[in-house]
Every structure is written in structure tokens, then in C-alpha cells.
């Protein structure tokens, strides 16, 4: 008889000590799966575009690279390498032209096969950045570029999952475009010492697709010089003319001729000394890796 007080006395001990720490159990488990867990991970969004998607021979396209933040915190070194496939590179000379609204580095370099950005950062919520790369199509068929796996980091460094591979399909047919061709003539050809005449350059696209890139530099024979004043009496090759007043040269870069037309660039000139005088515009070339010999003209100067 007198141990069952003693044993009811610890099976109550007992069940009062589980009733105290039962509802202590419970808030660290809701601590545990609220709070420190809430917070999920994604992610970067990565899409990829070719516009347009189809393109010839010896054509361009923009080739653009969206990349999007769906998480509720900021990502940094965000960082991606895309190696292009046979019959693709970035366009030639300064035509390539990345344009880059993620931050960070970004190498396009003319006429490479490949895209680099690093050190790139994006905003939470959905926010977005672009990259947009001028790309020359090379060979005629279909060609699939990837972007490759696209990281960065979030919080003190940790990782973030890697994106999944964007792709984007270039169609491109076997027409092959031909160089632009080239005019060039003083208008009057026949002037004084120190009379002004005007030197034009016309360029000229058969192709049914633009030409960009478009440059050329001309440097004058001895004795033929920039006007001292107003140069540049019009340009619609787009791009910038470099030609400084009293100077020898004029130069165009990064110019672009419609498909099926053409576009012409004047300057003012005057003639030095007396002779006959032959000038020669130099190669024009083109991002489109079309490059034409130039041509001549000659400008006779009278005392």
C-alpha cells in the first residue's frame, strides 16, 4: 500500500515534465520550418533571341540575351559564357557594338566566336537586364546558339543554382551578299588655286539586306585639303565623318547603306598648288566582311 503513492507520485512527475516541454518542441519546430525556410531560391531566368531570325550569307542579325532575378533578394557576380556554333561570330570591325544593361564586363570582341559577361548584378523581384551583341552569319543552314549555364551569387557569396540553358534558332539561306561598290568625283573637277570644290563618295548596296559597319578613309594626294570651315556639307550614310578643317583625309565609320540603295557622304575641298591631282577613297569595308578596293577621281587645279 504505501508504494503506490510513491508511484503514482513519479508517473504524474513524469507526464507533468512531457506537458512542459511538449509546447516548447513545438514553437522551435514552427521556429524552424517558418522563418529560416521561408525564403526560397530560384534560379535566373535566361531567355535568348535572334532578331531577325533569319539572315544570309555574309548578313547580320542582333542576337539579344535577357537575363531576370525572380528571387525576393539581389544577385551579384552574375557570369556567363557563350560559345558560339559554327557560322556565327561577332560582327567585324566596331560592329559589334555590345550593348549591356547588366553591369559587370562583357568581351564581344570583333569577329570572336564567344560572349563573356561577369561581375554582373540584378535587383529582386523580377528584375531584368539585356545583352545585345551584333552577330555576322557566316555559313548558310540552321544554327542553334546556347547560352550555357548563367550563375551568380546572393547574401555573403553563397551560390545561386544555375540558370538553365536559353537557346535561340538563326536561319540562315545561301544567298551570298556582294562588297559595296563605290563612286567617287569632284563636282566641279576643274578649279583655281584656293577655289572651293566638293569631293563626293557614293555607296552603293545591291544586296537585299543592309550593310553595316561601314568605313572607309580617304587621305588626300598632296596639295588637296579640307576647306577651313564647314567641311561636312552632308552625310546620309549614318555613322560619324571625320574630316577637321585644312586637314588631309576624311574618313567614315561605322556607316550603314540600305538594301538596294545606296548613300553618299560630301565634303568641301580646296586645291593648293597647281596640277592634275588623283585621289583614291582606300578600301571601303563593311561588318558584313565585304571589303571593295575604293575608287578614284581626279581634280585638276588651275592657277
Not at 532578331?51 to 525572380?70: C, D, F, L, Q, R
Not at 553563397?158 to 537557346?167: T, V
Not at 540562315?172 to 559595296?180: D, E, F, K, L, R
Request: net charge neutral; charged share 5%.
Amino acid at each position: 500500500m504505501s508504494r503506490n503513492p510513491v508511484t503514482t507520485t513519479k508517473a504524474t512527475a513524469a507526464a507533468s515534465r512531457h506537458k512542459l516541454f511538449l509546447p516548447y518542441i513545438s514553437l522551435m519546430c514552427i521556429g524552424l520550418s517558418g522563418p529560416l525556410h521561408a525564403a526560397k531560391i530560384f534560379p535566373l531566368v535566361v531567355n535568348k533571341e535572334f532578331t531577325p531570325s533569319t539572315a544570309v550569307v555574309g548578313g547580320t542579325t542582333e542576337m539579344k540575351i535577357t537575363i531576370t532575378n525572380p528571387n525576393s533578394f539581389n544577385v551579384s557576380n552574375i557570369a556567363l559564357t557563350d560559345l558560339y556554333p559554327s557560322g556565327i561570330s561577332n560582327g567585324l570591325l566596331s560592329f559589334a557594338r555590345p550593348e549591356n544593361t547588366c553591369g559587370g564586363v562583357i568581351n564581344a570582341f570583333p569577329g570572336s566566336g564567344q560572349l563573356l559577361l561577369t561581375g554582373a548584378t540584378l535587383g529582386s523581384q523580377g528584375s531584368s537586364c539585356a545583352i545585345i551583341v551584333n552577330v555576322l552569319a557566316e555559313q548558310a543552314g540552321l544554327i542553334i546558339n546556347h547560352t550555357g549555364s548563367v550563375g551568380g551569387t546572393y547574401g555573403n557569396g553563397a551560390p545561386l543554382p544555375n540558370a538553365n540553358d536559353a537557346s535561340a534558332s538563326l536561319i540562315v539561306n545561301g544567298t551570298i551578299m556582294s562588297a559595296p561598290q563605290v563612286v567617287t568625283q569632284f563636282l566641279p573637277n576643274n578649279v583655281g588655286v584656293g577655289v572651293p570644290t566638293q569631293l563626293h563618295v557614293q555607296l552603293i548596296n545591291p544586296n537585299a539586306a543592309p550593310l553595316y559597319g561601314v568605313q572607309f578613309d580617304d587621305a588626300y594626294p598632296l596639295d588637296i585639303e579640307n576647306s577651313p570651315a564647314n567641311v561636312v556639307v552632308s552625310n546620309t550614310c549614318g555613322g560619324t565623318v571625320t574630316a577637321p578643317p585644312t586637314w588631309r583625309s576624311v574618313g567614315l565609320h561605322n556607316g550603314t547603306i540600305p538594301a538596294n540603295s545606296g548613300c553618299e557622304v560630301v565634303v568641301n575641298l580646296i586645291g593648293t598648288a597647281v596640277g592634275p591631282r588623283s585621289n583614291d577613297t582606300g578600301p571601303v569595308l563593311s561588318a558584313n566582311g565585304l571589303t571593295n578596293a575604293g575608287a578614284s577621281g581626279v581634280l585638276t587645279i588651275w592657277p
